[in-house]
């Protein structure tokens, strides 16, 4: 009889484009996230936790750069052979719910969504298959009161998680504007042109002016001395994206004006410059002024995905990149108005504005800036010196829970007590509770402050300390209180 192979263990590895998180990341983004529900809460968004999985047809076609609808998306066929797939955002699910349930659901409908989302697309450094996404929709209105708020909503967010003022800027353009510019150019229906003038000016910020009409024109010479074939238009006719791009003015009358004469005699370029007008009204109303919220028609985003007002929220300190270089952190967040989105369920125009914030860059941000910790403070351990005693330690453990504070007991082998106090240092524990035999006798507990003890042992000399003591002897019925008052000495100590 022939011998079984033997079959090979699985290995241990995380799939290709995905990570694992752990404690101090999970607690860090859950902290982030109800911040941000809170801000959404008072602006009177509700909650919706919609399925992580949707059919590929209510999916549709809204990545780039695909040629089949299942493609950049997880997908499968049911046993239906129903094509089903992983969401790859959190607004095309809303899309079917609001189609789905419009006749049960208040109009317009203002929805907040956070959770993660997958596409199948190649991986790369800081770029993963699964990350998270926390958006916040308006659907049913047309009022570009809504698109205020948005932005709005957005500055405000962003100072409640801990950028502060002077650290962002949310930047406002129009799709209508960009269609009034190409209009102007005369094009007419010829698809192919449009669409590359719009990748060229997508590279505005990369290549700037002078690059821009380069490949508007003839072409240009990229970094690498490569030749790049121009999109072959005349100086005049590239002349409107020009003025669209530099636009920008020192104050927002300037900006609106220069506008104008980019779209020239546009009609839907002119509708594209009076809803700007009228956000920049709404947010200048509110208090928004140019220092948090500002037109910029530099901003351009899902060219074929939105249908009005754009925005991003762009952070502009600077970090240091691998290399060593600086360089301003960038966007974390981006979205504007889609009204054909819901069309897709229910043949009638719907119009739609919302935002998406990454939520795993805005946590990169905060941890650039120093505003979260890169470790979070572990719990209190009750050590075990008797184990016939598990039930003392137990009660112990309990009156610090009681009294809310984190705290658990130790559950290894409690035989080699220095491997428990290195298990609360792995934890990152602030305090060990320690009653022997003796200390049990005697109705006194030993507790040691751990943080005191770390700074103790890293400190060339002892004599600094001499008067703080690491460990203390207290009576059994005040524990909670002495623990208490060891954290919060910790927690000034940590602010100095």
């Known amino acids: 009889m022939a011998k079984q ?56 076609k809204f990545l780039p750069d695909v040629d089949r609808p299942n493609e950049g998306v997880f997908a499968w066929q049911d046993e239906d052979d129903t094509w089903m797939a992983l969401r790859y955002d959190l607004t095309a699910p809303l899309a079917r719910v609001f189609a789905q349930h419009r006749n049960d659901l208040p109009t317009p409908y203002r929805r907040f969504a956070m959770g993660p989302v997958w596409r199948n697309e190649k991986p790369g450094p800081g770029r993963y298959r699964q990350f998270y996404q926390c958006d916040a929709d308006t659907v049913g209105t047309s009022s570009m009161a809504a698109d205020a708020e948005i932005c709005a909503m ?60 380069d490949l508007l024109g ?104 691998e290399k060593g270089r600086k360089r301003q952190f960038g966007s974390v967040a981006g979205g504007g108005r889609y009204d054909d989105l819901v069309k897709r369920f229910t043949g009638q125009e719907v119009p739609a504005t919302g935002v998406s914030i990454g939520v795993d860059r805005l946590l990169a941000a905060l941890r650039e800036k120093g505003r979260i910790q890169s470790q979070t403070q572990g719990p209190v351990v009750v050590t ?6 598990m039930a003392d330690y137990q009660t112990m453990v309990a009156e610090l829970r009681n009294a809310g504070i984190r705290a658990e007991v130790y559950l290894g082998n409690p035989k080699n007590f220095g491997n428990q106090l290195k298990y609360a240092d792995k934890r990152n524990s602030p305090i060990a ?64």
Request: glycine share 12%.
């Open 433 to 496: 509770v320690i009653e022997g035999g003796d200390e049990k006798e005697a109705g006194i507990v030993q507790i040691k402050d751990l943080y005191l003890g770390a700074k103790i042992a890293e400190s060339a000399s002892l004599e600094e300390w001499r008067g703080n003591p690491s460990q203390f002897e207290v009576p059994r019925d005040l524990l909670v209180a002495k623990v208490r008052e060891i954290l919060a000495n910790q927690s000034g100590a940590g602010q100095d």
């Open 218 to 321: 003839k072409g240009r010479l990229d970094a690498s001395g490569a030749y790049i074939d121009g999109v072959g238009l005349s100086d005049e006719q590239a002349e409107p994206v020009v003025a669209f791009l530099t636009s920008k003015a020192d104050d927002v009358d300037g900006t609106f004006a220069n506008l104008r004469v980019a779209v020239g005699g546009s009609e839907i370029g002119l509708k594209g410059i009076e809803e700007l007008e009228q956000i920049a009204s709404l947010l200048g109303a509110q208090g928004y002024a140019s220092d948090r919220i500002v037109i910029d028609p530099s901003v351009v985003r899902g060219l074929g995905y939105y249908t009005g007002p754009v925005y991003e929220a762009e952070l502009t300190f600077e970090i240091l990149d």
């Open 154 to 213: 957005l500055s405000d967010t962003l100072e409640a998680v801990g950028i502060e003022r002077g650290d962002y800027i949310v930047r406002v353009n129009n799709r209508k504007v960009l269609n009034g510019v190409l209009e102007t150019m005369g094009l007419g229906d010829d698809q192919a042109k449009r669409d590359a003038v719009l990748r060229t000016i997508d590279k505005f910020d990369k290549v700037g002016e002078r690059g821009v009409r």
């Open 384 to 389: 075990v010196m008797d184990r016939e005693r």
């Open 5 to 60: 192979k033997k079959q090979p263990r699985p290995k241990a590895a995380t799939p290709k484009g995905f990570r694992d998180y752990f404690g101090n990341e999970v607690t860090e983004r859950s902290e982030m996230l109800s911040k941000i529900a809170g801000v959404y809460h008072r602006y009177g968004f509700d909650a919706l936790e919609s399925a992580a999985v949707e059919t590929v047809e209510a999916l549709g």
